[in-house]
């Protein structure tokens, strides 16, 4: 790959990941609000764990369309600079990459593929963030007492 090339790839993947990074964390410190204080006043009441249920499911649903409009973003960048043929494709090429499931038929053009391998490593950025971002919230509102306090009981 000529430098030229090489150096474009990062121009575009590395403010690419610093996007997709700052509207990660603002998107999930807007749910982690919106979840922690639902729960927080419900500790009490005797349908918590449905509640605690139905708010998880709710925080993991918005996780996924978070991860989407990341994958979004970066298709539209393959569109912008002409590395994949149609908005599908790309899409399609974008949340293969950002999974690092890497099985989808489509290519990037040549000149882009090092782009390709910068979204799987953000992709594996945001997956690390969301994982911890979970658990977090679930020591944060999980039901009260501990395992051993129930067992005791």
Known sequence: ??????????????????????????????????????????????????RFAM???????????????EATLWAAAYRLLGALPDAGTAMLYSLSAVTTYGHASALLAEPWRLLGALEALNGILLFGLTTAFLFALIQEVRPPGNRRERLEA
């Open 1 to 50: 790959m000529e430098p030229l090339i090489w150096k474009a790839n990062w121009m575009w993947g590395l403010p690419l990941i610093v996007l997709t990074s700052v509207v990660h964390v603002l998107g999930l410190s807007l749910i982690n609000e919106t979840v922690v204080r639902a729960l927080r006043d419900s500790t009490a009441h005797r349908h918590f764990t449905a």
């Open 55 to 69: 708010a998880m499911s709710l925080t993991v649903l918005l996780a996924t369309l978070l991860h989407a409009l």
